[in-house]
């Protein structure tokens, strides 16, 4: 009886996972358009129910430091402060490496797909703001 009700959770864990991936979304092709000290190209973002997910790559001089203290993304009217980010920390001085590109993982509060949103990101040396815009596929 206990391998029969194994099987049963087993299966059930499977039909959860499958409904949870139904809901995310994943958009890629952004234009990136930067100002300030600060740049970033944006790879995608993924959409899930828990979480908005920016993937993208801070670029800058190599052999140099630079430091963000917050950021927030402006969609559709709304504002939504990070929640985390992989790459680097915030509040905490980071080198730039030979390459001069860092890839990071900005998360954000769960939020509908836009087709165009503002990404502000505050430090030391001032404000950038990074324009992402999604492109057509044809």
């Known amino acids: 009886m206990k391998p029969r009700i194994f ?3 087993v299966a059930a864990a499977f039909l959860l996972l499958e409904a949870a991936s139904v809901n995310a979304k994943t958009v890629r092709m952004f234009s990136t358009s930067c100002t300030g000290p600060l740049t970033m190209v944006c790879d995608s973002i993924d959409y899930r129910a828990d979480l908005t997910r920016v993937y993208g790559r801070l670029t800058g001089r190599p052999h140099t430091s630079n430091r963000i203290d917050g950021i927030v993304l402006v969609s559709g009217g709304k504002t939504f402060v990070s929640t985390d980010i992989d790459g680097v920390d915030l509040k905490r001085w ?3 490496e030979d390459e001069g590109a860092i890839p990071v993982e900005i998360d954000f509060a769960p939020m509908s797909p836009c087709r165009e949103a503002v990404v502000k990101a ?3 040396r001032g404000e950038s703001q990074w324009k ?3 492109i057509n596929k044809k």
């Open 122 to 124: 505050a430090g030391p």
């Open 132 to 134: 992402l815009r999604a």
């Open 7 to 9: 099987k049963i959770a």
């Open 94 to 96: 980071f080198q730039w």
